[in-house]
């Protein structure tokens, strides 16, 4: 990739920092730190964007959403902007967003899936030209090259194309487990055949998707009860369980 002036948007508690921090450094760009105020401010954030000169950033979906609605309210347009990524939430396309991409033509938005257990992202989807033309759900696109994805039913087994199921992730970005936590290790981490001589060590994702038959994957939801509050996954087992101590 070509060096990038690159938003540095998520804190370093943030998995996704690593990714801005170390692909900015490999490429000999320039890494431009936002300010708390910038964080909690989407209108402070376009002006930053602008100011600076930002050419690529990672944004959570819940703030790629906020700085679209402060564009359509009269915000400035980060108009040196090439790479956008998002993540984080299922990504909708909103008519705000349509908006902001409209006037950012050459601007390609990527669509980015993947959980922490697998070193953030796994999928990309990029989207770029008419945004009038953008599905209003867009799918989560194709592994990257050191990932393998499978469909399964929930005795594991491995599904043709068309089926839907739960995403399993495997390939060499899989974490090693919990810390301190064997028990849910074991649970989460787990091995599977998928087909021929493949025995392969996976994450179950909890997030159910169907494989289309160009393989492109549509994400369809949770397995489970876990919802995402501002991109922080929420057990509501556990706030249950809260309320009732």
């Known amino acids: 990739a070509a060096p990038a002036r690159t938003l540095q948007f998520a804190t370093l508690g943030f998995?996704?920092?690593?990714?801005?921090?170390?692909?900015?450094?490999?490429?000999?760009?320039?890494l431009v730190l936002a300010g708390e105020a910038d964080?909690?401010?989407?209108?402070?954030?376009?002006?930053?964007?602008?100011?600076?000169?930002?050419?690529?950033?990672?944004?959570?979906?819940?703030?790629?959403?906020?700085?679209?609605?402060a564009h359509a309210g009269g915000g400035p347009l980060p108009a040196a902007l090439r790479d956008l990524m998002t993540g984080g939430e299922a990504l909708a396309i909103t008519?705000?967003?349509?908006?902001?991409f409209a006037e950012l033509p050459d601007v390609v938005l990527y669509n980015e899936y993947g959980p922490t257990e697998s070193c953030v992202f796994v999928t990309s989807k990029p989207l770029s030209g008419?945004?009038?033309?953008?599905?209003?759900?867009?799918?989560?696109?194709?592994?990257?090259?050191?990932?393998?994805?499978?469909?399964?039913?929930?005795?594991l087994r491995v599904l043709p194309d068309g089926s839907?199921?739960?995403?399993?992730?495997?390939?060499?970005?899989?974490?090693?487990?919990?810390?301190h936590r064997p028990d849910l290790t074991a649970e989460r981490f787990v091995r599977v055949r998928a087909g021929g001589e493949c025995?392969?060590?996976?994450?179950?994702?909890?997030?159910?998707?169907r494989r289309e038959a160009d393989g492109r994957l549509v994400f369809l939801g949770r397995a489970d009860d876990q919802v995402k509050i501002a991109g922080y996954r929420v057990e509501l087992?556990?706030?249950e369980a809260a309320l009732a101590a």
């Open 95 to 100: 008519p705000a967003i349509r908006r902001l």
């Open 130 to 155: 008419d945004s009038a033309a953008w599905p209003d759900r867009p799918d989560i696109g194709d592994p990257l090259d050191h990932v393998r994805l499978y469909v399964a039913d929930d005795e």
């Open 199 to 209: 025995d392969e060590r996976v994450y179950r994702s909890g997030d159910r998707v």
């Open 237 to 239: 087992g556990e706030v």
């Open 164 to 179: 839907e199921g739960e995403l399993l992730i495997g390939g060499e970005s899989l974490a090693d487990g919990y810390v």
């Open 39 to 69: 964080r909690r401010d989407p209108f402070r954030l376009l002006a930053m964007m602008r100011e600076q000169r930002i050419e690529r950033a990672f944004l959570p979906y819940v703030e790629l959403r906020a700085i679209a609605n």
């Open 15 to 30: 998995d996704s920092s690593v990714r801005d921090l170390f692909a900015t450094f490999a490429t000999g760009g320039t």
